[in-house]
């Protein structure tokens, strides 16, 4: 589903990733563990096509990350550090909105569901702006999923989220039904959710 | 009503994992690729709920408006008969100050608020987001330019002719937001993007901004040779209209 071979990223003379090999196979999950630095962040970004590596390639669900972006980003979910929510915008106007960007059908009743998992209806009429860090972090997995991604890509997906939000997240990276790799420095409990765990040094894959 | 089928979690085997439903398959593949008026209703329609509900662009541009028509009244010891040939480089030096505040704000307030990657990840036709920005910008500067109208005749007491008037200021208007949504797009990446959005828009806006400034000596009756200057408004609205659209892409994509 994801194979990236060379994969290398500069800064100006910082390497952020050096040759860089990657495979992951439809359905798995996999957990990128590393330090400050390791190149986790950019090696996400440039999965999720918002950055593009100085040399290397990428495929993910048969396209080319590189030459064709824009089909790719239909295939893609990104959660990333940033929310990407606009504060102004209430919770269910942000999912309607991206909704819509997507062209998506039985958008209303994908909403209702979507927040009624995520345990968010309640909040649905209430702008971003008022909800906890933990609550956004919920409407941004949510918006990710919105479109039901084939391949989910999280940046530190645990950041901010209480015990509850964590089990909610837990239950989407072990659901199996889409390709999913996401970053942590919770080592533990990274590989308790993940099928395979991989670790990232100086913009390395450790063996 | 039939209930549609669409079931995006399967709980009995796992709250959170989504479910293929043939129904919901069959109505993604009809609507697999959206709309680009869709895209562009949306956006546009986020851009103005935003403003809207922040209401940060379009006060802080009406305040500055005013202070910068105060300030040309007390600077300018301007008679009755002078007033029609000044007019216009008064009126157009204020929407243009005031538009380059506008334009700065269409992507830093995305950038600022970390919006901006969101839209980016969407497979969103690159031209709806041009459009919607533009469109955006265009209504926020009208609505600032048509207050600043009202208290240029409180303050200067001059009489012009509105619907000329109306339509020199849009054509001119729609062309320095053309250019300068792209270029606000370009600076928008920079540290000193105040600084740099200025420095990039101005020289290749001097077309319009001239045409513009001449066309409305028309509407105040200073002049009868202002529809060639029009005329030239125009044709830069619909050139860099369609430049700007085609290489948008390029641009935020680089």
Avoid: C
Wanted: neutral net charge; proline residues 4%; hydrophobic residues 55%.
């Amino acid at each position: 589903m994801i194979s990236a071979r060379g994969l290398t990223k500069t800064f100006g003379r910082v390497p952020a990733l050096r040759a860089l090999d990657l495979d992951v196979t439809a359905g798995e999950t996999v957990a990128l563990l590393g330090g400050n630095g390791a190149g986790k962040t950019t090696l996400l970004r440039i999965l999720a096509t918002l950055d593009k590596p100085t040399a290397g390639q990428v495929r993910i669900a048969g396209l080319d990350a590189l030459r064709q972006p824009q089909q790719l980003r239909a295939q893609l979910g990104l959660v990333a550090h940033q929310t990407y929510l606009h504060p102004e915008l209430t919770v269910s106007e942000e999912l309607r909105f991206y909704g819509r960007l997507y062209g998506l059908a039985a958008l209303d009743r994908r909403i209702a569901a979507l927040l009624d998992q995520f345990g968010l209806a309640a909040r649905a009429p209430l702008r971003v702006a008022t909800l906890s860090r933990g609550q956004q972090q919920r409407v941004a997995i949510a918006r990710a999923l919105l479109h039901q991604p084939a391949v989910l890509l999280l940046d530190e997906p645990d950041t901010g989220l209480d015990a509850e939000g964590l089990a909610v997240l837990e239950r989407v990276l072990r659901a199996g039904d889409r390709t999913v790799v996401f970053s942590s420095h919770n080592r533990a409990w990274a590989t308790s959710v993940a099928g395979r765990v991989l670790s990232l040094a100086g913009g390395r894959l450790e063996a | 009503m039939a209930e549609a089928p669409f079931v995006i979690l399967n709980e009995a085997k796992n709250p959170y994992r989504a479910v293929t439903d043939s129904s919901l398959d069959a109505q993604n593949d009809k609507e697999a690729q959206p709309r680009f008026l869709t895209q562009l209703g949306a956006l546009l329609w986020k851009d103005l709920a935003t403003e809207w509900r922040r209401r940060e662009v379009v006060l802080s541009l009406v305040v500055f408006s005013l202070l910068v028509l105060l300030v040309f009244d007390f600077a300018f010891d301007l008679r009755q008969a002078e007033l029609p040939a000044a007019a216009p480089g008064i009126l157009w030096v204020t929407f243009i100050f005031a538009g380059v505040l506008s334009l700065t704000r269409a992507f830093a307030g995305e950038k600022d608020r970390g919006t901006w990657e969101g839209l980016l990840l969407a497979p969103v036709d690159r031209g709806a987001i041009y459009l919607a920005k533009l469109l955006a910008s265009l209504l926020f500067m009208l609505a600032v330019e048509a207050v600043t109208l009202a208290v240029f005749g409180a303050f200067f007491d001059v009489p012009f002719d509105v619907p000329r008037l109306a339509v020199v200021v849009l054509a001119g208007t729609l062309g320095f937001a053309t250019v300068g949504t792209l270029f606000a797009a370009m600076s928008a990446n920079t540290r000193a993007r105040e600084i740099f959005l200025p420095v990039l828009l101005f020289p290749v806006a001097v077309p319009v901004i001239i045409g513009s400034v001449k066309a409305t000596a028309l509407a105040f009756g200073a002049t009868q040779d202002g529809y060639p200057w029009l005329g030239l408004v125009v044709a830069f609205d619909a050139i860099f209209l369609a430049v700007s659209f085609a290489v948008f892409e390029f641009v935020i994509e680089e």
